[in-house]
T-cell receptor, first 114, second 114 residues
Framework: EAGVVQSPRYKIIEKKQPVAFWCNPI?????LYWYLQNLGQGPELLIR????????DSQLPKDRFSAERLKGVDSTLKIQPAELGDSAVYLC????????????FGEGSRLTVL | GENVEQHPSTLSVQEGDSAVIKCTYS??????FPWYKQELGKGPQLIID?????GEKKDQRIAVTLNKTAKHFSLHITETQPEDSAVYFC?????????????FGKGTHLIIQP
């Protein structure tokens, strides 16, 4: 069974440019998360979806970050415009619905902003 | 909100010896405590978890203990092997005990010396 798939794995852009990351969760997983992981730190939640509904986006910097999960499957995270401080790994994770489902992470998208 | 402290930041042990990583949490309402292993270039992977109604849980060479009174929990790895080398993250959740609302520690880089 395929795991959580993310692309691109690596992205280098100039500051003020836009960037987008894509995530395909494990088949059948209703809950999808985007996490930010800075170097030497643990993951920090940006947004959580239940199917196509964003149920927790309190930590998403909405002035430059946006996310969508239109059909309740794939998701896209966008940054526009990117800043130097956005350099980090963006992790997507998913789990089955319900109380005790295990969280499965993708390999992440590493962003470098120059 | 929840605050999770993790120690040590780096741990070097001889192959075959035991390794212990400790975490403390601040919110007494937390009741779900997973541990994740992250290898270089990969996403975190769940290795073991414990809920607040249990004091200890074991899975082969890995065990986790929880002290709710003191608000700390620990990961124990016995008979360490080279493939145990990775970064380990503890986490705590106040969101009803599931994988939602996880707050992660900053991680421990475990190095297994041959």
């Amino acid at each position: 069974e395929a795991g959580v798939v993310q692309s691109p794995r690596y992205k280098i852009i100039e500051k003020k440019q836009p960037v987008a990351f894509w995530c395909n969760p494990i088949s059948g997983h209703n809950t999808l998360y985007w996490y930010l992981q800075n170097l030497g730190q643990g993951p920090e939640l940006l947004i959580r979806y239940e199917n196509e509904e964003a149920v927790d986006d309190s930590q998403l910097p909405k002035d430059r970050f946006s996310a969508e999960r239109l059909k309740g499957v794939d998701s896209t995270l966008k940054i526009q415009p990117a800043e130097l401080g956005d350099s980090a790994v963006y992790l997507c994770a998913s789990r089955e619905g319900g109380y005790t489902g295990e969280l499965f992470f993708g390999e992440g998208s590493r962003l470098t902003v120059l | 909100g929840e605050n999770v402290e993790q120690h040590p930041s780096t741990l070097s042990v001889q192959e075959g010896d035991s390794a212990v990583i400790k975490c403390t949490y601040s919110d007494s309402a937390s009741n779900y405590f997973p541990w994740y292993k992250q290898e270089l270039g990969k996403g975190p992977q769940l290795i073991i978890d414990i809920r607040s109604n249990v004091g200890e849980k074991k899975d082969q060479r890995i065990a986790v203990t929880l002290n709710k009174t003191a608000k700390h929990f620990s990961l124990h790895i016995t008979e360490t092997q080279p493939e145990d080398s990775a970064v380990y993250f503890c986490a705590a959740s106040i969101a009803g005990g599931g994988a939602d609302g996880l707050t992660f520690g900053k991680g421990t880089h475990l190095i297994i010396q041959p």
